[in-house]
């Protein structure tokens, strides 16, 4: 069975450090797929990126980049000069490429508060 | 905009009734799925249709039900409602039956249920 754990419930930082959210997943697939997405304060989950199992090349996206392990199962996302915007929850999501399982399994999220 | 939509936004209604959640898919999107995302239970799956048929099913209760119709909007069903309900319900749309590397998720705004 799939599963995602997001061990910190709640980070808060101020403006312009930078954070990062932990997510370790688990899974006997050996092809997957990791997701990150943003939940503001409006409520609307926001799709932010898409690993496959088979690429563990790091990613950037602006002041985001993701650090993504198979040996220690992790999908780590990091926040570059927080800001005030930034404030949300942030799930973390699996998925398998095998069975049956058709849908993402989601951790219970970190809900980040950056203060100005 | 994630291109899904979803009405209504809010409802409110009381114990024992039933209620019909509205999703309308992205164009072209084929699946759609719905969540509930509770405050004890977090993101959850519940169920999942592709071109008109179910295609998998979560931790979905027997008083909920679902369905996909010919121009793929979905519907999501709740009776007997108990306070327990209360929560939001996501819907997602995707072009392939599957989560996969082509297959991302885009979420709905979601509609937020009161049960009183």
């Known amino acids: 069975a799939q599963k995602v754990t997001q061990a910190q419930t709640e980070i808060s930082v101020v403006e312009k450090e930078d954070v990062t959210l932990d997510c370790v997943y688990e899974t006997r697939d050996t092809t997957y797929y990791l997701f990150w997405y943003k939940q503001p304060p409006s409520g609307e989950l926001v799709f932010l990126i898409r690993?496959?199992?088979?690429?563990?090349q790091n990613e950037i996206s602006g002041r985001y980049s993701w650090n993504f392990q198979k040996s220690t199962s992790s999908f780590n996302f990091t926040i570059t000069a927080s800001q005030v915007v930034d404030s949300a929850v942030y799930f973390c999501?699996?998925?398998?490429?095998?069975?049956?399982?058709?849908?993402?399994?989601f951790g219970s999220g970190t809900q980040l508060t950056v203060l100005p | 905009d994630s291109g899904v939509t979803q009405t209504p936004k809010h409802l409110i209604t009381a114990t024992g009734q039933r209620v019909t959640l509205r999703c309308s898919p992205r164009s072209g999107d084929l699946s759609v799925y719905w969540y509930q995302q509770s405050l004890d239970q977090g993101l959850q799956f519940l169920i999942q249709y592709y071109n008109g048929e179910e295609r998998a099913k979560g931790n979905i209760l027997e008083r909920f039900s679902a369905q996909q119709f010919p121009d793929l909007h979905s519907e999501l069903n709740l009776s007997s409602l108990e306070l327990g309900d209360s929560a939001l319900y996501f819907c997602a749309s995707s072009v392939v039956p599957r989560v996969s590397n082509t297959g991302e998720l885009f979420f709905g705004e979601g509609s937020r249920l009161t049960v009183l």
């Open positions: 690993r496959n199992s088979f690429d563990e």
């Open positions: 999501a699996l998925s398998e490429a095998s069975g049956s399982a058709r849908q993402l399994t």
